[in-house]
């Protein structure tokens, strides 16, 4: 066996780490790692990782401090608050929107009235937009709302003056008011004029109905849709009537009328002005509302048949769930617009649900 003899670089190498100059103990720790191999997918997620904690360490220190949930008090003015599952009913944006915000709602129903509600949905979907911070709302006095709406529309004639409201409702709204007023159907009448009666057998009108307010509705939804009403009518809600709420089975209808009293005929001390129709549940076929006289000419057109849909008289809206129509039954110059006859045309197939509500003004208002 050979005699080994260490070198004074031998012996520098394996003397204790802690003896060593500090230049040496570095170049060492540089030799160690050029031996590891790291892998390339290793080498790029560290890289990235890098990154975020860089930009995070950035943002930090712009991020708001967390704030505990803020309790609105109860509206006492209102006098009205949701509560439970309906929570859902009382939102206000069309249909398909409203549905992909259910899982933003407050977590306590209690926590907030309905025009606060109201406002919260109104508020995401014109904030999603950038346009409240653009055009935010102006200081409003006590009558006035304190945020903005989105409500779409559509003007479908001035003669008479129809607007179109799609999703004015929800489905879960309309579905709760059915269910309302599911409980007090009975037969639908008709007014007459003094000393006159017509044949039961004339069929004029066929459906079923009642008359809702707000005040049968515990859960606010009927008080946040009078709300609605009144800010696109532009009309206090005291000057609504209440919700005549109408079922239409297979066959049933109402024909052509005027929601109007003639003040010959009727000594009436307020008139209708103004109709708000909502359709709570759509028939498969048929039910459409129908405007014979539709035109700017049209108050003079002869109506030979006051049920029929298929004379191609006028113009039709097709009912479906959640929408509504808006129908001045007086003109700008508030003298009565004959042109707003209306019907309900037969339901061919399916059943039918509607609500309305007729808006009126003080006889003293108006003009013959």
């Known amino acids: 066996m050979g005699h080994y003899s260490e070198t004074e670089s031998d012996r520098k190498f ?29 080498v790029l997620v560290s890289l990235l990782l890098s990154g975020w904690a860089g930009s995070y360490l950035s943002v930090a220190p712009q991020l ?27 939102m206000v944006l069309p249909v398909r929107e409203a549905e992909s915000l259910t899982g933003h709602l407050p977590a306590s129903p209690t926590s907030m009235t309905t025009d606060q509600s109201i406002q919260m949905f109104e508020s995401r979907s014109l904030n999603s937009s950038g346009f409240l911070t653009a055009r935010p709302p102006l200081p409003v006095p006590v009558s006035g709302e304190v945020f903005m709406r989105a409500i779409p529309f559509q003007v479908i004639s001035l003669y008479p003056r129809i607007t179109y409201y799609p999703g004015f409702l929800d489905a879960a709204q309309a579905e709760h008011l059915v269910a309302l007023a599911s409980k007090y159907m009975y037969p639908s009448g008709l007014a007459y004029k003094p000393g006159e009666s017509i044949p039961e ?16 509705d515990p859960d606010g939804v009927l008080a ?67 405007f014979k006289r539709e035109g700017r ?16 008289m006028g113009i039709k809206v097709k009912p479906r769930q959640g929408d509504a129509v808006l129908f001045w039954s007086a003109t700008p110059s508030l003298e009565l617009d004959p042109r707003a006859l209306h019907g309900a045309c037969p339901v061919i197939k399916g059943e039918k649900w ?15």
């Not at 004339?202 to 049968?216: D, E, I, P, W, Y």
């Not at 532009?234 to 000057?239: A, G, N, Q, V």
């Not at 000419?297 to 191609?312: L, M, Y």
Request: net charge neutral; hydrophobic share 30%; charged share 25%.
């Open 201 to 216: 057998s004339q069929q004029v009108r066929t459906s079923t109905g009642c008359f809702l307010n707000a005040g049968a």
């Open 64 to 90: 708001p401090t967390p704030q505990g949930p803020k309790v609105v008090e109860r509206d006492t003015e209102s006098g009205y608050s949701p509560r439970g599952s309906l929570r859902r009913a009382l």
């Open 14 to 42: 394996h003397e204790p780490h802690w003896q060593q100059p500090w230049l040496q103990r570095l170049d060492n720790a540089m030799w160690s790692l050029r031996r590891i191999r790291v892998p390339l997918p290793a």
């Open 224 to 290: 946040a849709v009078e709300a609605k009403i009144a800010a696109v009518t532009h009309l206090p809600r005291s000057h609504g009537e209440a919700f005549n709420v109408l079922r239409y089975k297979l066959g049933q209808h109402y024909d052509s009328h005027m929601d109007t009293f003639d003040p010959k005929d009727f000594n009436v001390t307020s008139q209708r002005i103004a109709t708000f129709l909502i359709y709570l549940r759509s028939p498969e076929e048929g039910g459409e509302t129908v």
């Open 354 to 368: 509607s609500m309305a509500s007729c808006c009126t003004a003080s006889q003293e208002d108006l003009c013959y």
């Open 297 to 312: 000419d049209g108050a003079d057109k002869a109506v030979a048949d006051w049920r029929t849909c298929s004379d191609g």
